[in-house]
Nanobody, 126 residues
């Protein structure tokens, strides 16, 4: 079973960039499809990005397409979310998640992900 720990969140201004990290332990990131979700106060958890277990394919929510990039470093057993041109509406707690290889790697449903990190807060001021 994999354990996930996010880091890299913080307070930034609109237009700035941040890179979130998700360090995995217990299993390798190539053993799972990996995803990023976010949850703002009073809202449901929403899909942000996903990367297939093989690393060859990615999927993004329309709201972040062209601004965010998901990637992974197998050597560091870490998945990243590079976030550029941040908007105040990107403010949320960001979660890293893992789903089994046999599941739909591009799934946007939180229920299809089995393992979650504790989250990291991202706040974007206007």
């Amino acid at each position: 079973q994999v354990q996930l720990v996010e880091s890299g969140g913080g307070l930034v201004q609109a237009g700035d960039s941040l890179r979130l990290s998700c360090a995995a332990s217990g299993r390798t990131v190539s053993s799972y499809n990996m995803g990023w979700f976010r949850q703002a106060p009073g809202k449901e958890r929403e899909f942000v990005a996903a990367i297939r277990w093989s690393g060859g394919s990615t999927n993004y929510a329309d709201s972040v397409k062209g601004r965010f990039t998901i990637s992974r470093d197998k050597g560091k057993n870490t998945v990243y979310l590079q976030m550029n041109t941040l908007y105040p509406e990107d403010t949320a707690v960001y979660y890293c998640a893992a789903s089994p290889i046999g599941s739909r790697w591009q799934s946007v449903r939180p229920s299809e992900y089995d393992h979650w990190g504790q989250g990291t807060q991202v706040t974007v001021s206007s």
